[in-house]
Structures are given as structure tokens and as C-alpha cells.
């Protein structure tokens, strides 16, 4: 079964507690994409990677990290919290963007 | 840059009702368009796709048609059911530039017996 998978699903912390948000997929896919996903906003990309060591920048990067040593990872990485980067995460896996299949969302409070 | 516009909810619909969610969008060129679903507590699917100019994406009795000339992407269905209450977001993409999904912000739907 196609899965994309992240860890935590929920998460509260504090201001600048470094925390990392781990996604897996078992699918093969070569791309993979964190968003964010904030009511009236909808989702907006954060950053994305089109294969192993291949990242950039998305919508809106600013405070976060990625790394993509193995195909199928792809951390996000938030060095320092801040409470406006409470929202709900969501990671997605596809072999191009026609086709994303997303995780189930990390709920993240930063207080 | 790429936008997409989509009605506001929260949509209430009695069952075996007739559904439209109105989307429009503002591209360079020729996008693809989606409509993603997001049920409570889980992650988007992929509900429909077009890719190309009057293209007519299908699943699960929804439908949406690919209007270059109103460059809009309406969702509709014909009879929804209580297990479409969900909520439903129309996207776009182009190939290259990072393949980034352009998303509206979601209607909410709620379909009562």
C-alpha cells in the first residue's frame, strides 16, 4: 500500500526548542514537499525536494530546515520555534506533482 | 504569480442533493488543474485531475471541467451523500518549476440526512 508517514502527529513545545518532524515514504517517488496548512490560507509549500540531495525553497521557507540524505526521507527541521509556526504540517510524496500522495498531518503548537 | 480562488464555506447540503463548488483560477500558461479531498483528521487524496483545455476529470460520481476561456474547474456532483462531508480544495500545477501545487483554501462541505 502506497503510504507517506509522519512522526509526531502531534507535537506541543515551547519557543526555541529545536524540534524535527520526520516523513517516510515507501513509494520510490522522487519528489516529496512539506506544507503548511493555516485556516483561510490553505496549503502552502515550505519546501520540496526533486530527489537525493536536491532541495529548495518553497512558498514559504523562512524558520525552517530539510535535509534528503535517503530517497525515502524528508525531514523539516525547525531549529528555533516561534509560536506563528504553530500550524498543521502535512508532507506529500509523487513522482511529479500530477500525482501527490500526502501524510496525515502533524499538528504542531509552539507556545 | 499562480492563484486560485474558491467559494467560501462552510457548504450544508441535504443528502442526494446537487453539489457545485465554484473555483477559478489565475496562471501563465497552461496549468494542470486538481480538486483534492481532506475527510476529518486525515491527509489530501487526489479526488480529480485535468490536464489539459476542456478535459473532464471524473471520480466517485464528482466531476470537474477544465474552462480555459472563465478559467475556472467547478466541482459538482450530481447526488451527494453524508460520507462527502469533507473538506475539498482545487489546485493547480506546472510542470518544472518545482512542480509546486497552488492551492485555494478550501471549502468545507457538510451533507446532513
Not at chain 1, 84 to 111: D, I
Not at chain 2, 37 to 53: C, D, M
Amino acid at each position: 500500500e502506497a503510504q507517506v508517514t509522519q512522526n509526531p502527529r502531534y507535537l506541543i513545545t515551547v519557543t526555541g526548542k529545536k524540534l524535527t518532524v520526520t516523513c517516510s515514504q515507501n513509494m520510490n517517488h522522487e519528489y516529496m514537499s512539506w506544507y503548511r496548512q493555516d485556516p483561510g490560507l490553505g496549503l502552502r509549500q515550505i519546501y520540496y525536494s526533486m530527489n537525493v540531495e536536491v532541495t529548495d525553497k518553497g512558498d514559504v521557507p523562512e524558520g525552517y530546515k530539510v535535509s534528503r540524505k535517503e530517497k525515502r526521507n524528508f525531514p523539516l527541521i525547525l531549529e528555533s520555534p516561534s509560536p506563528n509556526q504553530t500550524s498543521l504540517y502535512f508532507c506529500a510524496a509523487g513522482v511529479h506533482s500530477y500525482e501527490q500522495y500526502f501524510g496525515p498531518g502533524t499538528r504542531l503548537t509552539v507556545t | 504569480g499562480d492563484s486560485v480562488t474558491q467559494m467560501e464555506g462552510p457548504v450544508t447540503l441535504s443528502e442526494e442533493a446537487f453539489l457545485t463548488i465554484n473555483c477559478t483560477y489565475t496562471a501563465t500558461g497552461y496549468p494542470s488543474l486538481f480538486w483534492y479531498v481532506q475527510y476529518p483528521g486525515e491527509g489530501l487524496q487526489l479526488l480529480l485531475k485535468a490536464t489539459k483545455a476542456d478535459d473532464k476529470g471524473s471520480n466517485k460520481g464528482f466531476e470537474a471541467t477544465y474552462r480555459k476561456e472563465t478559467t475556472s474547474f467547478h466541482l459538482e456532483k450530481g447526488s451527494v451523500q453524508v460520507s462527502d462531508s469533507a473538506v475539498y480544495f482545487c489546485a493547480l500545477s506546472h510542470l518544472g518549476g518545482g512542480n509546486k501545487l497552488t492551492f485555494g483554501t478550501g471549502t468545507q462541505l457538510k451533507v446532513e440526512l
